[in-house]
């Protein structure tokens, strides 16, 4: 399985991002996806996850109403749409696939498969 993270860059603080991760070797219509987040001299966050068909979606407390991650299973995409950035969002995000099927999963150690990262960085 790869996945690929996509959409990164510089943003000034209140704007919006939109990170796409596209994943190739399995089809992702069974599986949790969810995307994390690593700032410098910190852990690895949960940001959100969805459920396999999309019915259902977690977020961060510090993202909740800000964040929305959606997925298209027929193009093996998953996206998060980030708005009214703030500085503190700023981090390596990380786009991950749960290899147990029909599991949700909010932690990184219950993910199998790992994007390469895409940096977001928010300006004041």
């Known amino acids: 399985v790869q996945l690929q993270a996509s959409g990164g860059g510089l943003v000034q603080a209140g704007g919006s991002l939109r990170l796409s991760c596209a994943a190739s070797?399995?089809?992702?219509?069974?599986?949790?996806m969810g995307w994390f987040r690593q700032a410098p001299g910190k852990e690895r966050e949960f940001v959100a996850a969805?459920?396999?068909?999309?019915?259902?979606?977690y977020y961060a407390d510090s993202v909740k109403g800000r964040f929305t991650i959606s997925r298209d299973n027929a193009k093996n995409t998953v996206h998060l749409q980030m708005n009214s950035l703030k500085p503190e969002d700023t981090a390596v995000y990380y786009c991950a696939l749960d290899g147990v099927i029909w599991r949700i999963a909010t932690t990184p150690n219950e993910y199998d498969y790992w994007g390469q990262g895409t940096l977001v960085t928010v300006s004041s």
């Open positions: 070797g399995r089809l992702l219509s069974s599986y949790c």
């Open positions: 969805i459920s396999w068909s999309g019915g259902r979606t």
